[in-house]
């Protein structure tokens, strides 16, 4: 079994910033992928950035050039720097991880909410 804690969202000015933290515990190994992915109320979680274990990073459009996603790969943690915020980047973020176990398991943390207003 595996466990993601996410932690560093809270409210902030459009303009600013945050970094989430999301820490991987449990039985981890084989990992494919670590991400990050956001829902608003009413729409579809949707890609924030993913990091995979060849090393390959993908962000969603709406994020490019402001956020960046690292992994520490012997703490089983991966970041979130978050950028030049806008009202629109509201919503919950959930760190999510891709690993083998016999066979592929995707599993999620509770989710951080990041709040921006201007």
């Known amino acids: 079994q595996v466990q993601l804690v996410e932690s560093g969202g809270g409210s902030v000015q459009a303009g600013g910033s945050l970094r989430l933290t999301c820490n991987a515990t449990g039985t981890i190994f084989n990992t494919i992928s670590m991400g990050w992915y956001r829902q608003t109320p009413g729409d579809q979680r949707e890609l924030v950035a993913s990091?995979?274990?060849?090393?390959?990073?993908k962000y969603g459009d709406p994020v490019k050039g402001r956020f960046t996603i690292t992994r520490d790969n012997i703490k089983n943690t991966a970041y979130l720097q978050m950028n030049s915020l806008k009202v629109e980047d509201t919503a919950a973020y959930y760190c999510?991880?891709?690993?083998?176990?016999?066979?592929?398991?995707?599993?999620w943390g509770q989710g951080t909410q990041v709040t921006v207003s201007s």
């Open positions: 990091y995979s274990s060849g090393g390959i990073k």
């Open positions: 999510n991880i891709e690993l083998i176990d016999g066979i592929r398991r995707t599993y």
